[in-house]
T-cell receptor, first 109, second 116 residues
Framework: QKEVEQNSGPLSVPEGAIASLNCTYSDRVSQSFFWYRQYSGKSPELIMSIYSNGDKEDGRFTAQLNKASQYVSLLIRDSQPSDSATYLCAVSRWGKFQFGAGTQVVVTP | GAGVSQTPSNKVTEKGKYVELRCDPISGHTALYWYRQSLGQGPEFLIYFQGTGAADDSGLPNDRFFAVRPEGSVSTLKIQRTERGDSAVYLC??????????????FGEGSRLTVL
């Protein structure tokens, strides 16, 4: 079992719609949770971090964390073509970050 | 520099050769990370340093891989007797804290290693 699991996609989303990405993790004592965006041929960049159960909103992005279910999600509202990228879920424990394989999102005009 | 700097950006080598990849983190960042990313995969953890010491090296695949950070700043990832399966993009990242309440990882542009 991988430590961080994501659907690989691609997830095709019409422009203006909501993209919903999911992530599960296996280490119950994980402490911090992150979503990174990676454009093709580029390095990952942080878009959201979440540390406690519940929702966290930042602009068009909302992260949700449920530690009991070991589940993290990311919603992208009003999806734009510039959101087309691979989204990586990352989980950290004692400073060690583990990444999922990523979900490719394709926003279609 | 302003960001994480990695050199070389591209390295082509022959099977069996020795390779060094360098990472210069953001000034003042105490934590430094090495990841390996293959096409279509997420970054695979290799090792992370807190200061000069390796806080966790559990991701190094075998004893051909070694990393150092002698002065707590620049780090070098060393790969001996390279194999074709070592071909990947090697990503370096740094962070201001690297502690329990971890902050953002800032990534370099990566070093693409191709082993022929």
């Amino acid at each position: 079992q991988k430590e961080v699991e994501q659907n690989s996609g691609p997830l095709s989303v019409p422009e203006g719609a909501i993209a919903s990405l999911n992530c599960t993790y296996s280490d119950r004592v994980s402490q911090s949770f992150f979503w990174y965006r990676q454009y093709s041929g580029k390095s990952p960049e942080l878009i959201m971090s979440i540390y406690s159960n519940g929702d966290k909103e930042d602009g068009r992005f909302t992260a949700q964390l449920n530690k009991a279910s070991q589940y993290v999600s990311l919603l992208i509202r009003d999806s734009q073509p510039s959101d087309s990228a691979t989204y990586l879920c990352a989980v950290s424990r004692w400073g060690k970050f583990q990444f999922g394989a990523g979900t490719q999102v394709v926003v279609t005009p | 520099g302003a960001g994480v700097s990695q050199t070389p950006s591209n390295k082509v080598t022959e099977k069996g050769k020795y390779v060094e990849l360098r990472c210069d983190p953001i000034s003042g960042h105490t934590a430094l990370y090495w990841y390996r990313q293959s096409l279509g995969q997420g970054p695979e953890f290799l090792i992370y340093f807190q200061g000069t010491g390796a806080a966790d090296d559990s991701g190094l695949p075998n004893d051909r891989f070694f990393a150092v950070r002698p002065e707590g700043s620049v780090s070098t990832l060393k790969i001996q007797r390279t194999e074709r399966g070592d071909s990947a993009v090697y990503l370096c990242a740094s962070s201001q804290t690297g502690t329990v309440n971890t902050g953002e990882l800032f990534f370099g542009e990566g070093s693409r290693l191709t082993v022929l």
